[in-house]
C-alpha cells in the first residue's frame, strides 16, 4: 500500500464485545458472512484473461489494492479490463504473446503475488518493463523468480539483491526450461509457467512439495495443455505446453480461504460465538489451517459443499470452544503459509505449547512475520520462544493480557491478526494503522462490527 504522504495512518483497537459497551451486544459473536473473494485467484483470473482474445468475465473478484495493481499493470500492457459492478469485471484480452511495452512504471503496490507474476509474463515478451512497489515490497527477494526467468532467456537490472524496483527485459526468443524450486512457492512456480506460455515447446516445473494450483487450474480452464505427474516423494511434476490459443471464459471466484481464517479464529477464541462463513474455497492445497484448528479441537461444521469454477467451496459453521496446543508439522506450511500469524494468536489462547518449525518463509513475507508476530505476543503477554524457523507458544488456555499497541509495518495479515487477539484480550489490542487492511481484506472492520465485534478508532 503506497501512502500518499498527506494521508494520515488510521490506528484501530480492537477489545473484548463486553467491554465495548454497547448496549445489547451479545459477548460471543455471531451471524452468517462472506468474506471477500480469492486474492490468488484473483490476480490470475484477470492474468489470464489478458492473454486469451475475447471477453472474460469474472464474478466475486477481490477488489483489494493488491489486485487492482494487477489489473492496472494489465491495461497498461494492452489488455481492456473494466470493472461492471461489485466483484463483476471484464476482461478483453490481447492473446498469448500479445502483450505491449508499458509507457511507464508498474507499480505493485505490496503485491507480492502481483510483482513476481507480472515479472514472468514480461520475461518471455519483447520488450522491457520496469517494477516498483511499496516499501514493504521494495525489501521483499526477487532473486527466486530472476534466476529461473533469466534461464528462459530474459535479462534483469535492479537494486542489490535483485530487490524493486527492477528492469525486466524481456527476451523475443524464451526458452522452454525445466525448473526445481528451490523453495516451495507457488507465485516461482507461477512466474515460470507464465513465461512457459510463451515459449515453444514444454516448459517443465519439478516442485518437491505441492504448492497450491490456482495456476495449473486455470491454465487448463483457459484451453492450456498441463500434465500433473505426482512424485514418490509426494511433490509433483508440471508440465506445460507452450504457445496455446487461450479461449476466454468465465471465472466465478471463491471466497478466500486466508481471508476466512480471521474470522474463524475470532470465533474460536471469543466465547460464546458461533459464526458461519459462507462460500470459502477449500482447495485442499490452501486448507492447512483448518486442519490444525480442528487438531486444536475447534468445532467446525461444514455444509454446502460444492463446485465453484473448478475450486471446491462450502459454509463452514464455527463455533467457541476451548483450544489446545499443537505440533504443525512442517510439511503443512505450503498449504497455510498465510495463516501463520492468526494461528499463532489462536495459540496465544489455547491450553499447552504449539510448535511451529519449518516456517522461514514467514521471514520474507510482507514483513517479517515471525519477528513482527513475536514480538506483537511478548507485548500482549504471551510466552514464547522465537527461532529462526519458527515460534513455540506456551498457551495459558485463556486469552492474553493484551493491552499492546501494534505495529504492522505495512503488513495486512499482522493487523488482522492482532485486531482478532484484541476481540479476545482482556485489555484489547490496537494496531498502527487500519488501512494496511485494503491490500487483501476491504471491508474487514466492518465485516467483524457486523459479527458483534468492537472495533473501533483510536483518537
Ligand atoms: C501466493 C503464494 C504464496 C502466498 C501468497 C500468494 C500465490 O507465496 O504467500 O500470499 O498466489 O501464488 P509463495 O508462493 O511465495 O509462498
Not at 504522504?5 to 445489547?24: L, S, T
Not at 483489494?64 to 491495461?75: H, I, K, S, W
Not at 505491449?100 to 520488450?127: C, I, K, Q, Y
Not at 507461477?190 to 513465461?195: D, E, H, M, R
Amino acid at each position: 500500500m503506497t501512502a500518499a504522504p498527506d494521508q494520515k495512518a488510521r490506528p484501530f483497537r480492537a477489545i473484548p464485545a463486553a467491554q465495548g459497551g454497547v448496549q445489547g451486544t451479545a459477548r460471543g459473536l455471531a451471524g452468517a458472512v462472506r468474506v471477500p473473494g480469492d486474492k490468488s485467484i484473483s490476480h490470475r483470473a484477470l492474468i489470464f484473461g489478458a492473454l486469451a482474445v475475447g471477453e472474460t468475465r469474472v464474478t466475486g473478484l477481490l477488489e483489494g489494492e493488491d489486485v487492482l495493481r494487477t489489473a492496472a499493470a494489465m491495461r497498461a500492457m494492452g489488455a481492456e479490463v473494466e470493472r461492471l459492478k461489485d466483484g463483476d469485471w471484464r476482461v478483453w484480452g490481447v492473446g498469448v504473446g500479445g502483450l505491449s511495452e508499458p509507457e511507464d512504471v508498474l507499480d505493485m503496490g505490496n503485491a507480492g503475488t502481483g510483482a513476481r507474476l507480472v515479472m514472468g509474463l514480461v520475461a518471455s515478451h519483447d520488450f522491457t518493463a520496469i517494477l516498483t512497489g511499496d516499501a514493504s515490497l521494495r525489501r521483499r527477494p526477487m532473486g527466486r523468480v530472476i534466476e529461473p526467468l533469466s534461464r528462459i532467456g530474459a535479462r534483469f537490472d535492479g537494486r542489490r539483491g535483485g530487490r524493486l524496483p527492477l528492469a525486466v527485459i524481456g527476451t523475443a526468443h524464451p526458452l522452454p526450461i525445466e525448473y526445481e524450486l528451490p523453495v516451495a512457492s507457488a507465485q516461482v512456480k507461477s512466474a515460470v509457467l507464465l513465461a512457459g506460455l510463451n515459449a515453444p515447446g514444454i516448459t517443465t516445473v519439478i516442485e518437491p512439495e505441492p504448492t497450491r494450483d490456482h495456476t495449473e487450474n486455470l491454465l487448463r480452464h483457459f484451453g492450456a495443455t498441463v500434465e500433473i505427474e505426482k512424485t514418490k516423494s509426494g511433490g509433483r511434476i508440471v508440465r506445460l505446453t507452450g504457445q496455446p490459443e487461450f479461449r476466454p471464459s468465465s471465472i466465478s471466484v471463491p471466497g478466500d480461504p486466508s481471508s476466512a481464517a480471521f474470522p474463524m479464529v475470532a470465533a474460536c477464541i471469543v466465547p460464546g460465538s458461533a459464526v458461519t462463513l459462507q462460500n470459502v474455497g477449500l482447495n485442499p492445497l490452501r486448507i492447512g489451517l483448518f486442519d490444525t484448528l480442528q487438531e486444536m479441537g475447534a468445532d467446525f461444521t461444514i455444509t454446502n459443499r460444492r463446485d465453484e469454477g473448478g475450486e471446491p467451496v462450502a459454509d463452514i459453521l464455527v463455533r467457541h470452544t476451548p483450544l489446545k496446543g499443537v505440533t504443525v508439522p512442517p510439511e503443512r506450511a505450503p498449504s497455510m503459509i498465510d495463516e501463520y500469524p492468526i494461528l499463532f494468536a489462536a495459540a496465544a489462547c489455547a491450553e499447552g505449547d504449539t510448535v511451529v518449525r519449518g516456517a522461514k518463509e514467514l521471514r520474507v513475507k510482507e514483513s517479517d512475520r515471525l519477528a513482527l508476530m513475536a514480538r506483537g505476543l511478548k507485548a500482549c503477554g504471551v510466552d514464547l520462544d522465537e527461532f529462526e524457523d519458527g515460534l513455540v507458544i506456551r498457551g495459558k488456555g485463556r486469552p492474553p493480557a493484551g493491552g499492546a499497541s501494534i505495529s504492522t509495518e505495512l503488513d495486512h495479515r499482522i493487523a488482522m491478526s492482532f485486531l482478532v487477539l484484541g476481540m479476545a484480550a482482556q485489555n484489547g489490542i490496537a494496531i498502527d494503522d487500519a488501512r494496511v487492511m485494503d491490500t487483501s481484506f476491504p471491508g474487514f472492520i466492518a465485516l467483524m462490527q457486523g459479527l458483534g465485534g468492537t472495533l473501533e478508532p483510536v483518537a
